[in-house]
């Protein structure tokens, strides 16, 4: 896309195995967020990294920024049948961008019990 | 704490009918104000946002227009709708920038689904 991307667009695991979601974009950016919105509700704010980070950590989220490779990385360890949701990366340029974000494609997780 | 609101929560229009949906703010002031929609549960696109009262910046050429009438306030309208306005759409809030021009999240309201028949 014009934009980034996010992989895989779909992940399928089992409980208690760790999930893994890439996101890629292609512009400097000022930080990055990752979001989760679960079916049909509005997207819930998970963790922000900002470009001067490399790692962050929150409970069973872990991120990763690579500014080089302009990309991130999503990580939840220990998941549970209630992670099922969407998963979203989003950036912002900063400088004028007025915190405007560009938001990745998505990744679909399913956690099976 | 802040709260964010969005009504109606569904709607089902006709082509050709107006349009307006309604986004508030609660237990904040000056925020940045966003509208978004997302098609088929994929990415979001921004289609608006706000800086402050009677300031609108459109991201994309379209069908729909944004007023911000009040501080806490957004609204999403159009005057004829288009089939290809069906969607979710979502509002969002942020404070405004910081020092050192860095910015924060975003908090979503919980979206309107519009379906154009």
């Known amino acids: 896309s014009q934009q980034g991307e996010e992989d895989p667009q779909a992940l399928s695991i089992q409980e208690g195995e760790n999930a893994t979601m890439n996101c890629s974009y292609k512009?400097?950016?000022?930080?990055l967020q990752w979001y989760r919105q679960n079916s049909g509700r509005g997207l819930v704010h998970l963790i922000l990294?900002?470009?001067?980070?490399r790692e962050k950590h929150s409970g069973r989220l872990r991120v990763t920024l690579d500014t080089s490779k302009k990309s991130s990385s999503l990580l939840i360890t220990a998941s549970r049948a209630a992670d099922t949701a969407s998963y979203f990366c989003?950036?912002?340029?900063?400088?004028?961008?007025?915190?405007?974000?560009?938001f990745g494609q998505g990744t679909i997780l399913t956690v099976h019990p | 704490s802040q709260t964010i609101h969005q009504w109606p929560a569904t709607l089902v229009q006709p082509v050709g009918s107006p349009l307006s949906l309604e986004c508030t703010v609660e237990?904040?002031?000056?925020?940045?104000l966003y509208w978004y929609r997302q098609a088929a549960g994929r990415g979001l696109q921004l289609l608006f946002y706000?800086?402050?009262?009677?300031?609108i910046s459109s991201e994309v050429p379209q069908n729909l227009s944004a007023s911000r009438p009040q501080d806490r306030q957004f609204i999403l309208s159009s005057k004829k709708l288009l089939l290809s306005d069906s969607g979710f759409y979502l509002c969002?809030?942020?404070?405004?920038?910081?020092?050192?021009?860095?910015?924060?999240?975003?908090?979503f309201g919980p979206g309107t689904r519009l379906t154009v028949l």
């Open positions: 969002a809030w942020s404070v405004q920038r910081t020092s050192g021009r860095t910015y924060n999240e975003q908090f």
């Open positions: 237990g904040t002031s000056n925020p940045n």
């Open positions: 512009t400097s950016i000022n930080n």
């Open positions: 990294i900002r470009s001067n980070e």
């Open positions: 706000s800086v402050g009262i009677g300031q």
């Open positions: 989003a950036w912002n340029a900063g400088g004028t961008s007025y915190g405007k974000l560009t």
